[in-house]
């Protein structure tokens, strides 16, 4: 037969033998195993895996179902249509498994979102579809006629590739009277050997020609055959006898070509050439006839080709004695391949993520593997470890199976990427490794607010500015990477003073710049404060706050402002000196202010034009008028003196104040002198009209004013006269609330003075001033009334204890 089965016998040996087994161990989910007849046609059903797995036809679709083998031949694909396993390719269990038992198929189902798998186990059963066979088509034999009845000669084994029921089972010979066959037991070490039963004679019959069949075991029985061919030779009685009946020897895979395993030998009787023995190999296992040689004189076996130990683990070798006469015998060589760590694990990425989120919880898979190592015990035992990366860590899921997981927290604005390194080693010595490198993008989350380089800011900025102009930049900068950096810059609301503070300065979204949104006044606001909010692109969006202070720098924008004297529209404010006045006597003091800071307000005060320079000199610092001499008679007693105040900014502004001075001991000098003033334009249209509206009154107000000015002169020239004899310093009495702040020329704005009229139709008003130091005099020649008193505040001429008294006499003409 040609070892194939017709389509009638595979019909009925297709059974299909289903058990699922469910599992569960770690990320392996379930564990299904089939049982299938080798030599299916494509396309035959193997299983429906998504009944015995339990999931839905559209969770194969949804999570990318696919059979994963390795680096093996798919020889089963999965229809995700109808969630079944069906045959891709035929399978042929001889070529697959060889002798070994049972043969499966281990293959691995993946799935996606999320990720899962499935192991699967497919056991390929054999059929019958090999039959027996010999590796020579015939043998022959030289046997002497001599031979004793009894003898046995070897014969050749058949080889049926087949496993279990189907393999050989057991031989016949072909009917013959010369030769039995001994009884052969399958699984036995024996040798299939023929017994002769009668003697030979040559002379009667010198060849036989027999047929040893093989049968195996299969329905139906398959068979094979060989031809024996025996020429009866003259006499040769004794048979070469090996020494041993076994030899037994230990080889290491890595053993190199040439390597001597063992001696056969082997010992004849006869003498001669019948008692010269060679050997030679006459059976091997299939595979195995290249990989040893036996010296046909010596018996030395040898290796003559590569072991591989994952592949054939025991070779069982026959070496024929054979004399020249015919006879021989087989010694038994039986070779166990030994084991070395000669295969690095080799490891094969199943399921794999390239970029997660840094905000994955610990635990998360991200790497599903498997790690292969065909060596044996120690030399097949794997584990995997990871370089230094705190993390993550990889886990031993079930054999051969490993997952890479994240094992903390993740930050990408730490490390946006890892280059993970995962090294398999196994267990032998020495041990071998194998390495892949696993690149990992971290995406980014909006985890991280925008933070400002300080705290609080401070900034200038000088009054007068043009609405517009930038002031400064605040800036901030947000660790997070692209849309979630993206920083914009926003003016919290707030108000400066009750005013929307966005009428005030406004912030750039994109740059942070702030720009003044109005021109400021020092004067009016010296400081404020307001809020930027820096506001990043995430969603939601994260923030931070910083407090901004604004000041204002003064500008030289303001001219001093003259307090005192008071400059009125038409009237003449006069400083009354008397003649017996000293060196250094005080006459009065110009008090200006500036409304600016700093230097900008520091004044300075200079006499610009006097009637007599060499009379008077004005104070830089505190602007007080004194005399720098002694006045005499011949002085004038009109003084005009025009005092400029100039402040300290760059470039200074500057005030002037005229000051009239009556150098005179009595009033109605100084009346006499200061009648030339002239008079408004009003006054002199209407002159006439007012001395005669005088001339009726005139007499009893000239009367009583005489009275009253004889009784006040009278009493200050009394007072003057006790200050003049006494030996205390004079202490000059500055306007209340007035204070010079060590020259800097400011004074605060209230001040009181003390007025009283007369009527007359030259000199109108008569001003007594309680806020001076000094006498004053103001004439104004267009005013009219009645005169009166009034005092404000006490004096401190009034108070009893005073050791001085200073007269104040105002005149307003």
Request: overall charge negative; hydrophobic content about 35%.
């Amino acid at each position: 037969m040609d070892g194939r089965m017709s389509d009638r016998t595979m019909k009925r040996q297709v059974g299909l033998l289903l058990f699922v087994t469910v599992v569960s161990l770690g990320s392996v989910l379930g564990q299904v195993s089939y049982s299938i007849p080798e030599e299916m046609p494509k396309g035959s059903l193997v299983g429906n895996i998504a009944q015995d797995l339990g999931l839905d036809v559209k969770r194969l679709k949804s999570g990318k179902a696919r059979i994963y083998t390795g680096e093996g031949t798919e020889y089963i694909e999965l229809n995700k249509e109808r969630g079944v396993l069906v045959m891709k390719e035929r399978i042929d269990r001889e070529a697959l498994c060889g002798q070994t038992t049972p043969c499966a198929l281990d293959f691995q189902i993946i799935l996606e979102n999320p990720m899962q798998f499935y192991s699967i186990t497919v056991e390929i059963t054999d059929i019958n579809d090999n039959a027996p066979d010999f590796k020579k088509r015939e043998m022959k034999f030289e046997i002497s006629e001599t031979v004793q009845m009894g003898s046995k000669f070897v014969l050749e084994k058949a080889v049926d590739v087949d496993v279990g029921i189907n393999g050989l089972r057991g031989y016949s010979l072909s009917s013959s009277d010369t030769f039995n066959l001994i009884p052969y037991r399958i699984g036995s070490s024996r040798n299939v050997e023929m017994v002769l039963k009668k003697q030979l004679d040559r002379e009667k019959e010198d060849r036989l020609s027999l047929v040893l069949t093989a049968l195996d075991g299969g329905d139906p029985q398959l068979s094979g055959t060989i031809q024996i061919f025996i020429t009866v030779l003259d006499a040769n009685d004794n048979a070469p006898v090996c020494t041993q009946t076994e030899y037994k020897t230990n080889v290491k895979e890595n053993s190199l070509k040439g390597a001597v395993l063992t001696t056969v030998s082997a010992s004849d009787a006869d003498e001669g050439p019948h008692g010269h023995v060679q050997y030679a190999i006459s059976n091997v296992p299939e595979g195995a006839l290249d990989l040893f040689h036996v010296d046909q004189e010596s018996g030395v076996v040898t290796l003559m080709g590569t072991l591989d130990y994952e592949k054939f683990r025991h070779f069982e070798i026959d070496v024929q004695a054979s004399d020249e006469g015919g006879n021989s015998d087989v010694c038994k060589v039986m070779i166990e391949v030994l084991d070395t760590n000669d295969n690095p694990p080799a490891i094969n990425i199943m399921s794999t993520s390239s970029s997660i989120s840094e905000d994955v919880k610990p635990g998360t898979v991200l790497t599903m593997m498997n790690v292969q190592d065909p060596d044996s015990d120690e030399n097949g035992k794997v584990h995997c470890v990871l370089d230094d990366n705190a993390h993550f860590k990889i886990m031993s899921t079930s054999n051969n199976f490993f997952t890479l997981v994240t094992d903390g927290e993740l930050d990408r604005e730490i490390a946006s990427q890892y280059n993970i390194t995962v090294t398999c080693s196994d267990e032998g010595v020495p041990s071998l490794s194998s390495s892949v490198t696993l690149t990992l993008q971290i995406s980014d989350v909006n985890d991280n607010a925008p933070v400002f380089k300080r705290s609080s800011y401070e900034a200038y900025i000088v009054e007068n500015n043009t609405p517009g102009l930038s002031i400064f930049t605040v800036r901030a900068r947000d660790a997070d990477w692209n849309q979630n950096a993206r920083v914009s810059y926003i003016l919290e609301d707030s108000s400066v003073n009750g005013v929307p503070v966005s009428s005030y300065v406004s912030v750039s979204a994109d740059s942070g710049v702030i720009h003044a949104v109005r021109s400021f006044d020092y004067e009016q606001i010296k400081d404020f404060h307001f809020s930027v909010k820096a506001q990043d692109g995430g969603s939601p969006p994260l923030s931070s706050i910083v407090s901004v202070k604004i000041m204002i720098q003064d500008q030289n924008d303001n001219p001093p402002q003259v307090l005192y004297p008071v400059q009125t529209g038409g009237s003449v404010v006069a400083e009354m000196v008397p003649r017996s006045a000293d060196v250094g006597y005080l006459v009065t003091k110009v008090v200006a202010v500036d409304v600016d800071s700093g230097q900008n307000a520091w004044l300075s005060y200079k006499l610009q034009k006097a009637t007599d320079r060499a009379l008077f000199e004005v104070g830089l610092q505190n602007g007080e008028i004194r005399t720098i001499r002694q006045v005499t008679d011949k002085d004038a007693v009109k003084q005009r003196l025009t005092v400029i105040v100039e402040d300290n900014g760059q470039p200074s502004r500057s005030a002037t104040v005229i000051v009239n001075v009556a150098v005179a001991d009595s009033f109605p000098e100084v009346l006499s002198e200061f009648t030339d003033f002239p008079h408004d334009k009003e006054y002199n249209d209407n002159l006439t009209f007012y001395l005669v509206l005088a001339l009726a009154v005139v007499s009893f107000l000239f009367i009583t004013c005489l009275v009253v000015i004889i009784s006040v002169k009278i009493y200050r020239w009394r007072q003057s006269r006790v200050l003049y004899h006494s030996s205390l310093p004079v202490i000059p009495y500055y306007p209340p609330r007035y204070s010079d702040t060590l020259g800097t020329g400011t004074l605060p704005h209230v001040y009181n003075y003390e007025v009283c009229r007369t009527t007359d139709s030259r000199r109108s008003d008569c001003k007594f001033g309680g806020a001076g130091s000094q006498n004053v005099l103001i004439m104004d020649p267009s005013s009219t009334g009645t005169m009166q008193r009034m005092q404000s505040e006490k004096s401190i001429l009034d108070e009893p204890d005073s050791p001085l008294e200073v007269s104040c006499t105002e005149i307003i003409m």
